[in-house]
């Protein structure tokens, strides 16, 4: 078995796809460059292609992940340049590894995404105030937020645990930049607009904002003690 392990990044011209048009486009991407890809069996064959996590409609990012398993053996730098010649404009591929060993999914191995905010908010802005409340907000060792269970109840779930990281880049005119690290994967995956949320509302008084942009920097695995992007996992 040959899998191609790839990170790639999704730009402004493609944020507001879905991922279901993504893998779409993948899909085309591949057959228009002629790569030798593997379908699965039965009535209705698909290419072997695995996403590590969903992009939303809406953001954008640097750092998101795809498996594709091959036929045959293709030389990477050959691989990137092919199928980045055949995705449109706004995806491209930034990096490749080819691996002829059983890997765990993709999917099953990311426990954390990096993510970078931003909230242009209404009312004037007071740096030391803001600096403040991020304190007091990260100070709590409680943090919940509803969610809705399989069955569709409502229930209560403390996200404080998977904020790792929570902090104001810059702030210019009406805009506050954040970056955040959050939990992300299959077994707990914190959404940042979730996280802004929660600390508009905090304090004494509501951060009200009318616009909000993010975008994913990168994807952690586990490696050890580490975190690290799943690409320096395949080997």
Partial sequence: MVVARMKFEKGENVRYISHLDLQRTFQRALRRAEIDITYSQGFNPHPKISFAMAVPVGMTSEGEYIDVELNSFIEENQLLNKLNQSLPTGLKILDCKISIKSHPSLMSIIEKGIYRVT????QPIQLEQIKKRMLDFLTQE????????????IKEKDI?????????????????????????????????????????????????YDRLKIHRIDLLARDGDQFVSPIKLFT
């Fill in 160 to 208: 404080r645990p998977f904020i790792n990281e929570f902090l104001i880049e810059k702030i210019e005119r009406q805009s506050i930049y954040f970056r955040m690290i959050l939990a992300a994967g299959s077994h707990n995956n914190i959404k940042p607009e979730r996280v802004i949320q929660k600390f508009s509302h905090f304090g004494d008084y509501f951060l009200e």
């Fill in 119 to 122: 909230i242009k908010v209404k």
């Fill in 142 to 153: 409680e943090i919940y937020i509803e969610k809705r269970d399989k069955k569709g109840r």
